[in-house]
Each structure stands twice: as structure tokens, then as C-alpha cells.
């Protein structure tokens, strides 16, 4: 570095001093991460999705991303925990009457300029604050609806207030939580998770043995029982008296005589009467025969 006289070398040049830390400025953190999609970094449009871990998503941009895993370069770091879009979750959410669209778009093309504070699209539906993270919002895994956590909180419900469902303290879901919130919503995820497939087995498991029993049960029900049980009992002559049955003998006697003494007509006759036969074989021709 010289110093041979030909050159003064300063003090950063020869001692390395650590890096400073960037700080980011915590503004644009809070728009990007509540205005915009934490995939495609687009304008939150309806309809709007959550994971298990909070972070908000454009639909679309998911869809995009399940059919593509590198349709964006960042998407494998962002939510790689979502392997389905059964793994996220459609929010219901309130829209703000104060929001101007016209207002907003402008805004948008001026992001770092933070004079102007940016207007929510959506509010909650107790308290009316707008969802621009400046409050902490939760939502509801069973519904997909969404709060202020101190409204839920003041409610003290089991029921969605917006829709009726019920929920456990386990559905509630926080929104863009912090660093140190992310780490316990993770184990919270992965045990979800888990517990779904478990539970999933199960019913397989169950299925399968239902199934099986009801094969066996058919193939018991298709066996032949022995034919003493399949006989039909004799039927009793309802015939009982001697007088009944001398009455039936006699008209059936009738019967037979009238029969016998019935006349056969002259088709029937002339099969079985006996013809006269004249001349030998050789005489006897087609002519002859209906000639004579």
C-alpha cells in the first residue's frame, strides 16, 4: 500500500473495521408485507390467502407457483411449506369504505415516499381499524375470517362473530407475526400437519377393515343353508272329510265319460280311417290316387 513515502494510506485502508449492520427501514417493511404479496410482491388483490404461518398471498401467485416451483426465482425460501392449496387458507375479509381505489394507485407508484399514509383495503368488522398493520390482526383457520386481536380478545366468544363457526384458541392464526412469533408457529404448523396425516391413516386404516368385514359378512350370507331348512313344509290337504273327496271322485268320472263319448269331427277322422287301396306300387300314381 506505499509507504515509502510516495503515498499517505488512511486509517480504512489499513485497519478493517467490522461491517455495519443495514437497517432497513421499518415503513417499507410494514407496506411490503401488509400492501403487497409476499410471493409475487404485487398489490394484494382479492381473493387473498394465508398459510399456516401468516404471510399474506395473492392466490393467483400461489396457483402460478404449485404448477411452476420456479416461476419465482424467491419462492422455494418464502413459503416452500406449501406444498397444496389445501396448505392455505382463503381470508374473509371486510372491505374498507374509506378506500379510494383511484386514490391507491397512485400511492402504490409511490411506495418509498412515506408522507402519505396508504389507505387499507380492508378493516375489521368490530372495531372498524383499518388492516394496515399498525394494529395486530389474527384470522380464523376455520373460516378465514379476519380481526384486530384486541376486538377478538375483548369478545370472548367461540363463535365467529361475522359467520357463526366455532374455534378453538389453536384457530387463531396471527398475521404477519414477528420474528420470534414465526419460530413457535412453525413447530405449531409441523405438528398440525402431522396430526392430519395421523388422522388420515386412521380413517384409511378404518376403511379398510370395514370393507374387509363386510366382504366376509357377504360371503357368509352367500353360502347355501342346508336344504332340510330350505324345504317348504308339506301343505296339509284341505280335503279332510270322506264325503268331499266321493263328490270329486264322481264329478271327475263325468268328466272322463264325456270325453270318451265325444264325437270327433271329420278332419280328425279321415287321419286315422282306414283308406282302400287299389292297384300295386306301381300303378299307384299322384294322378291315379286323387283320380280314383
Request: net charge positive; glycine share 6%.
Given at each position: 500500500?506505499?509507504?515509502?513515502?510516495?503515498?499517505?494510506?488512511r486509517?480504512?485502508?489499513?485497519?478493517?473495521?467490522?461491517?455495519?449492520?443495514?437497517?432497513?427501514n421499518?415503513?417499507?417493511?410494514?407496506?411490503?408485507?401488509?400492501?403487497?404479496c409476499?410471493?409475487?410482491?404485487?398489490?394484494?388483490?382479492?381473493?387473498?390467502?394465508?398459510?399456516?404461518?401468516?404471510?399474506?398471498?395473492?392466490?393467483?401467485?400461489?396457483?402460478?407457483?404449485?404448477?411452476?416451483?420456479?416461476a419465482?426465482?424467491?419462492?422455494?425460501?418464502?413459503?416452500?411449506?406449501?406444498?397444496?392449496?389445501?396448505?392455505?387458507?382463503?381470508?374473509?375479509?371486510?372491505?374498507?369504505?374509506a378506500?379510494?381505489?383511484?386514490?391507491?394507485?397512485?400511492?402504490?407508484t409511490t411506495?418509498?415516499?412515506?408522507?402519505?399514509?396508504?389507505?387499507?383495503?380492508?378493516?375489521?368488522?368490530?372495531?372498524?381499524?383499518?388492516?394496515?398493520?399498525?394494529?395486530?390482526f389474527?384470522?380464523?383457520?376455520?373460516?378465514?375470517?379476519?380481526?384486530?386481536e384486541q376486538?377478538?380478545?375483548?369478545?370472548?366468544s367461540?363463535?365467529?362473530?361475522?359467520?357463526?363457526?366455532?374455534?378453538?384458541?389453536?384457530?387463531?392464526?396471527?398475521i404477519n407475526?414477528?420474528?420470534?412469533?414465526?419460530?413457535?408457529?412453525?413447530?405449531?404448523m409441523k405438528?398440525?400437519?402431522?396430526?392430519?396425516?395421523?388422522?388420515?391413516?386412521?380413517?384409511?386404516?378404518?376403511?379398510?377393515?370395514?370393507?374387509?368385514?363386510?366382504?366376509k359378512?357377504?360371503?357368509?350370507?352367500?353360502v347355501?343353508?342346508?336344504?332340510?331348512?330350505?324345504?317348504?313344509?308339506a301343505?296339509?290337504?284341505?280335503?279332510?272329510?270322506?264325503?268331499?273327496?266321493?263328490?270329486?271322485?264322481?264329478?271327475?268320472?263325468?268328466?272322463?265319460?264325456?270325453?270318451?263319448?265325444?264325437?270327433?269331427?271329420?278332419a280328425?277322422?279321415?287321419?286315422?280311417?282306414?283308406?282302400?287301396?287299389k292297384?300295386?306300387?306301381?300303378t299307384?300314381?299322384?294322378?291315379?290316387?286323387?283320380?280314383?
Amino acid at each position: 500500500m506505499g509507504n515509502d513515502g510516495g503515498s499517505i494510506p488512511r486509517r480504512i485502508e489499513l485497519v478493517k473495521e467490522k461491517a455495519k449492520e443495514v437497517k432497513i427501514n421499518p415503513d417499507l417493511e410494514r407496506i411490503a408485507a401488509w400492501f403487497h404479496c409476499a410471493l409475487s410482491k404485487q398489490p394484494l388483490q382479492t381473493p387473498i390467502v394465508s398459510c399456516g404461518l401468516g404471510k399474506l398471498y395473492n392466490q393467483d401467485a400461489i396457483i402460478e407457483y404449485l404448477l411452476d416451483k420456479n416461476a419465482y426465482g424467491d419462492g422455494d425460501k418464502i413459503c416452500s411449506h406449501i406444498s397444496s392449496p389445501k396448505d392455505t387458507i382463503k381470508l374473509n375479509l371486510t372491505p374498507n369504505p374509506a378506500y379510494d381505489e383511484t386514490k391507491s394507485v397512485k400511492d402504490s407508484t409511490t411506495m418509498g415516499h412515506l408522507d402519505k399514509e396508504m389507505k387499507s383495503r380492508f378493516i375489521c368488522p368490530i372495531s372498524m381499524k383499518e388492516m394496515n398493520g399498525k394494529h395486530r390482526f389474527v384470522y380464523l383457520d376455520t373460516c378465514g375470517c379476519a380481526f384486530a386481536e384486541q376486538s377478538l380478545k375483548e369478545i370472548k366468544s367461540k363463535e365467529c362473530v361475522n359467520c357463526g363457526k366455532p374455534f378453538e384458541a389453536e384457530n387463531v392464526i396471527v398475521i404477519n407475526p414477528s420474528k420470534e412469533e414465526l419460530e413457535g408457529m412453525k413447530a405449531v404448523m409441523k405438528a398440525k400437519k402431522a396430526k392430519a396425516k395421523a388422522e388420515k391413516r386412521a380413517k384409511k386404516a378404518a376403511k379398510q377393515d370395514g370393507s374387509g368385514d363386510k366382504e366376509k359378512k357377504r360371503k357368509r350370507d352367500n353360502v347355501s343353508p342346508p336344504q332340510s331348512s330350505l324345504a317348504p313344509p308339506a301343505k296339509k290337504s284341505n280335503i279332510s272329510s270322506s264325503a268331499a273327496a266321493a263328490v270329486m271322485g264322481k264329478v271327475a268320472q263325468e268328466l272322463a265319460e264325456k270325453e270318451k263319448n265325444k264325437e270327433m269331427s271329420q278332419a280328425v277322422k279321415s287321419i286315422y280311417a282306414k283308406k282302400e287301396v287299389k292297384g300295386n306300387y306301381l300303378t299307384m300314381g299322384t294322378f291315379n290316387r286323387y283320380a280314383s
